[in-house]
């Protein structure tokens, strides 16, 4: 009887030559395939940590410096424009009739200081571990539970159809271009960024402002989560206040065909 190491189950073809080993085969392709997602991953990360959230918190960051220069410019120009107001004042050739016309045209431009009697509406976020208050109900979904863009236009708009005098979102008027938008649950608005409670002041009649919000369907559905959810909602009475005048730019910035 042969050894062994002579035997075709230790090794040895029939023919006494060397044995094809698949297993051999087989750990060196799962080798080099783990070299491969390795070479792949550290091209990916570039040497960073791809586990992580930083790129993120760069990126948050970034838009959080941008919109802090971008409150810094506003004040920046809104003064520089009070200078240039106060030359002109001093003399610039116009009758009191152009004046008063001017000052007509910057009040319902927004451009200018605003004061009247006002309410404030304010929208928050419910609590992250909100359920349903209501029988009927199904438990909220993570969109159930956050401001959105359509809400907050639904505040501005319900208060412009009451006969709103002037708006201010945060701490900023609303001018006819100003664009109310949301990105995930932040606000962007004329280049700066906000996070909720979100605060709309709005001068004018408050009984028909209020009237106003009452019979939006927007506001009225966004009630249903308020009760459900526990959106938040609050309306405030703030007697006169002096809305700040828009002080920001006016340029336009549109798409323009490609040449």
Not at 47 to 66: P, V
Not at 124 to 143: C, H, R
Not at 192 to 212: E, F, H
Request: charged letters at 20%.
């Amino acid at each position: 009887m042969s050894n062994s190491a002579d035997s075709p189950q230790a090794g040895s073809s029939p023919a006494g030559g060397p044995r094809f080993r698949p297993v051999r085969v087989l750990t060196v392709a799962v080798f080099a395939l783990a070299g491969l997602i390795f070479f792949t991953s550290f091209n990916t990360a570039k040497g960073t940590n791809i586990r992580t959230d930083t790129s993120l918190l760069k990126l948050s960051d970034l838009i959080q410096e941008r919109s802090r220069k971008n409150k810094e410019l506003d004040a920046s120009n809104a003064a520089l424009r009070g200078d240039v107001e106060s030359l002109a004042e001093q003399d610039d050739g116009s009758s009191a009739a152009q004046g008063r016309k001017l000052t007509g045209l910057e009040q319902d431009a927004g451009t200018r200081p605003l004061k009247g009697t006002a309410i404030t509406v304010t929208l928050n976020d419910a609590p992250p571990n909100a359920t349903a208050k209501l029988p009927g109900y199904p438990e909220p979904q993570p969109d159930y539970l956050v401001i959105h863009q359509q809400d907050l236009q639904a505040v501005v708009n319900a208060l412009w159809q009451g006969g709103a005098k002037g708006i201010k979102v945060m701490d900023q008027r609303l001018i006819s271009t100003s664009a109310v938008r949301c990105v995930g649950n932040t606000l962007i608005l004329q280049g700066r960024v906000y996070s909720p409670p979100y605060k709309i002041t709005a001068v004018g009649d408050p009984d028909k402002l209020n009237q106003a919000m009452s019979a939006s369907k927007a506001i009225q559905n966004y009630m249903v989560y308020v009760n459900v959810y526990g959106l938040g909602w609050k309306v405030t009475q703030d007697g006169t206040v002096t809305l700040p005048g828009y002080s920001g730019t006016v340029d336009l910035h549109y798409a323009q065909p490609v040449k």
